[in-house]
């Protein structure tokens, strides 16, 4: 019981200072299972994951760090060996002449299995190779955890191979960084819907990229900053994907807005082929789009600075600012993403800051006033802590 209150208070971003100790405390003194850990992908959230994974004491700590793997090294070590220092473990690796081998992971995880030991791999890429991987992680009984959206919005085959991987072996697939990062959107929708309530709607900024882009760019002034000068520090501050364009073209929206419907899971939406099928509105400037790296894109975005002027003028003239916003709309079966303009009193316009999502839900419940969720919805701290607390959900 205590546990559960300590882990639900994760759950809603309530970290006590003593975290550590709270939770894991007493499992020195039982006969706890264990979760060997193996990480694929060590950038900017992969990185902060291991360093918040090795900051628990690890003589409390259910946790071992067997693997760890970037694109093109990766090392393995049994469970007695594992990595315990959040100072070596980039050196260990950088150190490692073993390229990554999926095939062999997956068979080393799956024979060190047994009933008081699970396995787990937690996948912080953004690939779709690595995404397409699941079922076949799954099915050997492995765990995944993400914060990776390809998987999840990607084809509806791929989601439901997962989905039937997992029934049949029982390991679990945890996305909660997948939509707001570390804020409890999955969770939360999970329980609304796994309690009976209806969802009529989800609506809000689910872009922590987009949201610091407008919250800087579009205040109701006609004037501010370049856009292309706030999409460069959105990227230095970590909020963007890999390549921004994935942010701008609306994707990474859709994609959200695609999980959310998918985890709904009612008949009253349209069934979602892939998040292409979501009608999204690019900001890209055709000009622009296909540029293969995030640093070309940015070096040609200020070519289209005056468009974007043109339109914050715009907005400001009708006394609005403009915001990209996403509606999962069960009532009309709808589902789609786009840049609107809302007036400068509109909550949208004077409640968000920094790199803010706001998620509303409507549901049978909530009703009429929604359930709302607001709070950082990228950055590697509080994405690294979604994944994290996904893990803890399993132990
Ligand atoms: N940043 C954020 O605020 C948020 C991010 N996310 C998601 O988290 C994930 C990680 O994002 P972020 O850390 O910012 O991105 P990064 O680009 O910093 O990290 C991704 C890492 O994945 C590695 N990688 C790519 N392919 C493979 C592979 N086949 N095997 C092993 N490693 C691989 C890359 O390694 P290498 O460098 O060796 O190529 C890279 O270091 C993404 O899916 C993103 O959408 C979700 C919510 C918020
Ligand atoms: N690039 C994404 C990161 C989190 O999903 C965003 O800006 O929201
Ligand atoms: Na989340």
């Not at 850990?37 to 900051?55: C, D, Y």
């Not at 520090?233 to 929206?253: C, I, S």
Request: some cysteine; hydrophobic content about 40%; charged content about 20%.
């Amino acid at each position: 019981m205590w546990r559960q209150r300590v882990f639900s208070r994760v759950a809603c971003n309530i970290l006590p200072p003593n975290f550590h100790r709270l939770a894991f405390a007493p499992m020195s003194t039982q006969t706890s299972p264990q979760m060997l850990v193996a990480v694929v992908g060590v950038g900017l959230v992969g990185s902060e994951f291991i360093n918040q994974l090795l900051s628990i004491p690890v003589e409390s700590s259910p946790f071992r760090l067997i693997s760890l793997s970037s694109s093109s090294r990766s090392v393995f070590f049994e469970p007695a060996k594992a990595v315990t220092s959040a100072q070596d473990w980039k050196a260990i690796l950088s150190q490692s002449n073993e390229k990554p081998n999926y095939e062999t992971l997956t068979e080393k995880l799956s024979s060190l299995r047994a009933p008081s030991t699970k396995v787990a791999i937690i996948d912080n890429t953004s690939s779709s190779e690595i995404a397409a991987l699941y079922p076949s992680w799954l099915k050997a009984g492995i765990n995944v955890i993400t914060p990776n959206k390809k998987a999840y919005s990607g084809d509806l085959g791929l989601y439901e191979a997962i989905v039937s991987a997992s029934k049949e072996s029982g390991a679990r697939f945890l996305n909660e960084s997948t939509v707001g990062a570390g804020l409890p959107v999955i969770s939360t929708l999970k329980e609304l819907v796994a309690t009976g309530d209806k969802v009529k709607k989800i609506e809000g900024v689910f872009s922590g990229t987009m949201s610091y882009i407008f919250n800087e760019f579009s205040t109701g002034s006609p004037d501010g900053p370049s856009f292309s000068s706030v999409v460069s520090v959105a990227r230095e501050k970590g909020y963007t994907e890999p390549h921004p364009a994935d942010d701008l073209n609306g994707f990474d929206v859709a994609r959200k807005l695609t999980i959310l419907s998918r985890t709904i899971g009612s008949s009253s939406l349209p069934s979602l082929s892939s998040f292409q099928s979501v009608q999204t509105a690019s900001l890209i400037p055709p000009a622009l789009e296909g540029i293969p790296t995030g640093d070309e894109f940015l070096k040609k975005l200020p070519e289209f600075d005056t468009e974007f002027d043109k339109m914050r003028k715009e907005a400001s003239q009708e006394g609005k600012v403009l915001r990209f916003v996403g509606v999962v709309d069960g009532i009309k079966g709808d589902v789609k993403a786009g840049l609107e303009k809302y007036p400068t009193s509109h909550p949208f316009a004077t409640s968000l800051g920094g790199s803010d999502n706001i998620i509303m839900f409507h549901t049978e419940r909530y009703s009429p006033r929604p359930l709302i969720i607001q709070g950082a919805g990228a950055g590697a701290a509080v994405t690294a802590m979604g994944v994290l607390g996904d893990l803890l959900k399993l132990v």
